[in-house]
């Protein structure tokens, strides 16, 4: 062997023989933070799918969990809240505001258009509205209690209500409650208690909560 071929054989075994580079720790929480986000997206995608196993007896109905809270079905159509009613039961609704919601077949549904926390109760009076409707076969109309250029629609309040056509009054407080005042129901609450209230106004008056 020549000189020179030697040497190209030493200096190929020299190079082979190298030790590798080390991974840099950049390269090394790529990988990590690479591999916790696939294993999060099994684990939400794990849990969606058995979200819908979950049931929970209350009274005569079930109620089966989904992606956005609870259905159960009532006279054949579906239901749906936040809200399971073991979990707000303790929260109070006179006989009085229940019978009232009940006998109501066309009502008002009317909130400060002005208020801080605008769209959780404009959401409020939506659901709420909505599932009196298709539940209870209730025509619900919109209000507001103030003037507001972006809402086009007619001024309401508790002065407003009648026998025949009570008001649903949506009202930020610092409590959170359902009472009477006149021909007029107020629901009171803060925005973090809205959602609570609206379903457990739905449960006195589908009867689920008595």
């Known amino acids: 062997m020549s000189r020179i071929r030697k040497h190209r054989v030493k200096k190929a ?4 023989e190298q030790p590798k580079k080390k991974m840099s720790k950049k390269m090394l929480m790529t990988i990590i933070i690479g591999g ?3 294993l999060s997206v099994f684990g939400i995608m794990f849990s969606s799918y058995n ?14 969990r989904t ?13 749906e809240f936040s ?7 303790e929260l109070e609704i006179s006989k009085e505001v229940a ?3 009940k006998a109501s077949k066309v009502v008002y549904i009317t909130f400060n258009p002005n208020t801080k926390s605008v769209q959780k109760f404009e959401l409020m009076r939506f659901e709420l509205g909505n599932a009196m409707s298709q539940l209870r076969g209730v025509y619900t109309m919109a209000g507001v209690s103030e003037e507001n250029e972006k809402y086009n629609q007619p001024l309401v309040d508790c002065s407003n209500a009648t026998a ?3 008001v649903i009054s949506i009202t930020e407080g610092n409590e959170t409650k359902a009472y009477l005042d006149g ?5 009171e609450s803060d925005e973090y208690a809205a959602g609570v209230l609206k379903d457990r106004v739905l449960y006195a008056l589908l009867g689920i909560i008595k």
């Open 13 to 16: 075994l020299i190079r082979h």
């Open 164 to 166: 025949t056509v009570p």
């Open 36 to 38: 916790l986000m696939v």
């Open 183 to 187: 021909e007029c129901i107020v629901l």
């Open 67 to 79: 992606a956005k809270g609870w259905t159960t079905e009532i006279g054949g159509k579906k239901a």
């Open 83 to 89: 809200y399971l009613p073991e979990d707000i039961e």
């Open 51 to 64: 979200s819908g196993n979950e049931k929970v007896e209350y009274g005569e109905y079930t109620f089966q």
């Open 99 to 101: 019978d009232k919601l």
